[in-house]
């Protein structure tokens, strides 16, 4: 592939794609650019609930006791997915 359609393609690339590209030439593998692309991603509290196989109401008591962390986003509390994560990784070592 010449020089110019690499650049065409990496400029019309998607952002998850630019930085997958990015991992690379940093030396970083792919399954780190996609760990980095699932920490940067919310859930609402029912797929939160789904995610964790768990009732809504549950989820709440968890945001609650600060086991959950949210952001808010239009005015709609979202779970990040490495809040969601971490929690299942603490309750494996268990």
Do not use: F
């Not at 991603?41 to 600060?66: D, E, F, H, P």
């Amino acid at each position: 592939m010449a020089l110019e359609q690499l650049i065409q393609a990496l400029l019309t690339a998607t952002p998850a794609r630019r930085r997958e590209v990015e991992a690379v030439l940093k030396g970083r593998s792919s399954v780190a650019a996609a760990k980095a692309d699932a920490d940067r991603r919310l859930v609402t509290i029912s797929g939160a609930a789904r995610l964790l196989g768990v009732g809504r109401n549950t989820v709440y008591r968890l945001i609650k006791a600060g086991r959950l962390e949210t952001v808010r986003l239009n005015g709609v509390s979202r779970v990040p997915m490495r809040s969601i994560d971490a929690m299942v990784d603490g309750m494996e070592q268990v």
